[in-house]
């Protein structure tokens, strides 16, 4: 499925909306507007495929390119120097702003497109966060079973990355804190749906993924515990338990919810999934 960053984007990361000023849009430094084809990776760290070759992208053209996606649209570029450097001056920032649009467009053609004074990415990108996003959500609006086509989505996504794990812009925190949540719930849905649906391998794995992304998380577990019960491993819902019972009182000092210890005292069969 190909996301043109154009489009609006899911809630999660829709800013308040923008106008768009009339300016005509063309790519910085070029007369004919170049459309570059290829995908953005932000999910696990940063990766952009132009026509096929892999682009290496300095780290300021990666938070710069950040920004865009993030924010949607177009994005001012008073706001967007801000954004990067919000330690120096006014000047300072905007030269620094021109310098990293000039590199990218050295090494990336016409993937900043200029609208007036605002900036946009280029549309022909396929962005893992818009699709994942946009998967996320489908599965926690679904109700009852998830349709064949966003199951096996689903499982080819994974959703084991965070976003952008390497940069640490504070205002980036918001929207890796968003994204990360989101992971989280849709994991745990999707782990939930597996099992009812007569998938418990799957449903394992998935809670595995669950665990690993968030080891302080109570419903993680639970539904890590849930899962292998309906499998049929009771000696591995066990093992799983005294490791979650470990983290929180190693971690924690606490003891763990005594309701996930009351897992293990159902029958599978009647478990609420």
């Given at each position: 499925?190909?996301?043109?960053v154009?489009?609006?984007?899911?809630?999660?990361?829709?800013?308040?909306a923008?106008?768009?000023?009339?300016?005509p849009?063309?790519?910085?430094?070029?007369?004919e507007?170049?459309t570059?084809?290829?995908?953005?990776?932000?999910?696990g760290?940063?990766?952009?495929?132009?026509r096929?070759?892999l682009?290496d992208v300095s780290?300021?053209?990666?938070?710069?390119?950040?920004v865009?996606?993030?924010?949607?649209?177009?994005?001012?570029?008073r706001q967007i120097?801000h954004?990067l450097w919000?330690?120096?001056?006014?000047?300072?920032a905007?030269a620094n702003?021109?310098?990293?649009?000039?590199?990218?467009e050295?090494?990336c053609?016409?993937?900043?497109v200029v609208?007036?004074?605002?900036?946009r990415?280029?549309g022909?990108?396929?962005?893992d966060l818009?699709e994942?996003?946009?998967?996320a959500?489908?599965?926690?609006a679904?109700?009852?079973?998830?349709?064949?086509?966003?199951?096996?989505?689903?499982?080819?996504?994974g959703?084991?990355?965070d976003?952008?794990?390497?940069l640490?812009?504070?205002?980036?925190?918001?929207?890796?804190?968003?994204?990360h949540?989101l992971?989280?719930?849709?994991?745990?849905?999707l782990?939930r749906r597996?099992?009812s649906?007569?998938?418990?391998?799957?449903?394992?794995?998935?809670a595995?993924?669950l665990?690993?992304a968030?080891?302080?998380?109570?419903?993680a577990h639970?539904?890590?515990?849930?899962?292998?019960?309906v499998q049929?491993?009771?000696?591995?819902?066990l093992?799983?338990?005294?490791d979650?019972?470990?983290?929180f009182r190693?971690?924690?000092?606490?003891?763990?919810?005594?309701?996930?210890?009351q897992?293990l005292?159902e029958?599978?069969?009647?478990l609420?999934?």
């Amino acid at each position: 499925m190909l996301v043109d960053v154009t489009t609006t984007r899911s809630a999660l990361f829709r800013p308040d909306a923008q106008l768009w000023p009339s300016a005509p849009e063309r790519p910085i430094g070029t007369s004919e507007e170049v459309t570059p084809v290829g995908e953005l990776s932000l999910l696990g760290g940063f990766r952009l495929v132009l026509r096929g070759e892999l682009v290496d992208v300095s780290t300021t053209g990666q938070r710069l390119v950040a920004v865009l996606v993030c924010h949607s649209g177009s994005v001012a570029r008073r706001q967007i120097a801000h954004l990067l450097w919000p330690d120096a001056t006014t000047a300072r920032a905007h030269a620094n702003l021109r310098t990293v649009i000039y590199r990218l467009e050295r090494t990336c053609p016409g993937l900043i497109v200029v609208c007036g004074s605002y900036l946009r990415l280029a549309g022909g990108l396929r962005i893992d966060l818009d699709e994942t996003t946009a998967l996320a959500n489908r599965i926690l609006a679904t109700e009852g079973p998830l349709p064949a086509a966003v199951r096996t989505e689903a499982l080819d996504a994974g959703f084991h990355h965070d976003l952008l794990p390497d940069l640490d812009d504070e205002w980036l925190l918001e929207y890796q804190t968003r994204y990360h949540q989101l992971r989280l719930a849709a994991l745990e849905t999707l782990s939930r749906r597996l099992a009812s649906e007569g998938l418990p391998g799957a449903a394992v794995c998935t809670a595995l993924a669950l665990v690993q992304a968030d080891s302080l998380r109570d419903s993680a577990h639970q539904t890590l515990i849930r899962a292998c019960l309906v499998q049929g491993n009771q000696q591995e819902a066990l093992s799983y338990f005294a490791d979650y019972q470990r983290v929180f009182r190693d971690e924690l000092g606490v003891e763990p919810a005594s309701s996930i210890g009351q897992l293990l005292d159902e029958p599978a069969a009647g478990l609420d999934v």
